[in-house]
């Protein structure tokens, strides 16, 4: 009888003990997911009103399975990272600028108990010195290997790195979290049709951080994505939305359905299919952020943008114009051709073409593109501190024909100057597309600087 009445017992202590470890594997962690954004940098772009959110943390939440994860998302651009909370992951997406800061926020949670895994651009450019300030890394693109690692640390056996052996295909994409995004209506809206660029500007970093193959999204995933999304406006968050002009003209057409308005990211020879231009417009387009970079031949070709013919500028530019669309054009400052008199001579040329508006740079050697391997070993980079890899607020490096400060002049003067009352009035009238949108804009830049 007594050892009935033990066996008993010790059936029931197994039990249990199966049942709380049952328990305890169905027991949701906490992740907390941040993109990350340094006081400096935030400082200088909470003072431009156009700002959309960065697509990444949105997107990777995406895959999570709320079934086994609780999740936080927290954009730094407008919220401040909840230290006094306890979670089991933090995720953090760094790009080079913010890196540094990345490291501190990892320190301040590991110091805390919550494990740490970073992913993002500069982890997969520089992934040994990443690792030394977390407990997990993701290198290059995460479609395959964050899943992968969300079910390893759910099930308590994560490897410390997780690499992107093959080339993730973009079928099959969920639909970003766009509800964890808080404090945002009409810059929330950012979609992924495509992935990758056809060329190899030496200053890009985009060969170095992605799979070295243009790749599409299925049309009908694009579009049931952009339906998910509330607001009228959105952007295309593609590196090159012109990369394949006919998968372009065909998601276009789909799109006009939806009589949403919208922007992308193209390259200027692509714009010379006038079919291509009549499709965006009926589409809702009205805004291309178009690289320019330069009105110099020598400085375009002096960093492999020779796709870029400066002769071709002003043909182009009308025909854009001329199909209602404007042009954001996207230009640096600080190639080895540039002099002093850079500055004054893209401003007369951005006035002649009505250029619509213009995020300005400062040239920045990003880690292991070929102009950081030349200047390196050229002796002309200044500092590793990745805080001034910014392009906005710093110069990293020596430049060719003036000084860190006169370049750093030239830009702050060029800003101030084709933001002007005078600018904006002669750009208008050269351009004429979206005037009440783009006089809109241009003032709001103006307020900020």
């Not at 997107?59 to 994860?69: M, T, V």
């Not at 997969?124 to 290997?145: F, H, R």
């Not at 020596?398 to 084709?418: A, H, S």
């Amino acid at each position: 009888m007594e050892n009935s009445i033990i066996l008993q017992r010790l059936l029931r202590r197994g039990r249990n003990e199966k049942l709380i470890k049952q328990d305890r594997v169905k027991k949701r962690k906490k992740i907390l997911m941040i993109t990350a954004e340094n006081k400096e940098i935030n400082s200088f772009r909470k003072k431009q009103f156009n700002n959309f959110i960065q697509i990444t943390m949105p997107y990777l939440a995406g895959f999570i399975d709320e079934s086994k994860y609780d999740i936080v998302l927290i954009d730094e651009y407008n919220q401040r990272i909840p230290y006094d909370n306890h979670f089991d992951l933090v995720a953090i997406t760094v790009n080079t600028p913010n890196a540094v800061h990345c490291y501190k926020i990892a320190e301040n949670f590991k110091q805390q108990g919550s494990k740490v895994v970073m992913g993002g651009p500069h982890v997969t450019l520089l992934p040994e010195e990443a690792m030394s300030y977390c407990d997990y890394i993701i290198v290059g693109e995460a479609e395959e290997t964050w899943p992968k690692f969300l079910e390893d640390f759910y099930n308590d056996c994560a490897k410390e790195k997780y690499m992107c052996d093959d080339i993730p295909s973009l079928r099959g994409l969920p639909i970003p979290k766009r509800n964890l995004v808080k404090k945002r209506f009409l810059t929330k809206g950012a979609v992924i049709a495509t992935r990758g660029c056809p060329y190899k500007c030496s200053y890009c970093n985009l060969k170095q951080i992605y799979c070295d193959s243009f790749r599409t999204r299925p049309i009908e995933e694009v579009i049931e994505d952009i339906k998910n999304i509330r607001s009228k406006y959105f952007v295309f968050w593609d590196d090159n939305f012109f990369g394949d002009i006919e998968y372009a003209k065909k998601l276009m057409i789909e799109l006009r359905k939806l009589k949403k308005k919208w922007a992308a990211q193209v390259t200027l020879e692509r714009c010379q299919d006038e079919e291509l231009l009549k499709i965006a417009k009926e589409a809702g387009c009205i805004y291309f952020f178009v690289g320019l970079e330069s009105f110099s031949q020598e400085g375009l070709n002096s960093v492999n943008k020779g796709i870029n013919n400066v002769d071709k500028y002003k043909k182009i530019i009308n025909l854009i114009h001329h199909n209602g669309i404007s042009i954001q054009a996207g230009i640096i400052f600080g190639l080895d051709t540039d002099t002093k008199d850079i500055f004054k001579e893209t401003l007369i040329a951005c006035n002649e073409l009505g250029i619509d508006g213009a995020t300005v740079s400062i040239l920045t050697p990003l880690p292991r593109t070929p102009i950081y391997e030349q200047m390196k070993n050229e002796g002309r980079l200044n500092t590793t501190d990745w805080t001034y890899y910014n392009g906005k607020t710093r110069v990293a490096f020596k430049p060719k024909n003036m000084t860190e400060d006169e370049l750093y002049e030239g830009y702050i003067w060029f800003r101030k100057q084709f933001y002007s009352i005078k600018s904006i009035w002669r750009r208008l009238r050269v351009s004429k597309a979206n005037i009440l949108y783009n006089l809109a804009m241009n003032l709001g830049y103006k307020l900020s600087i």
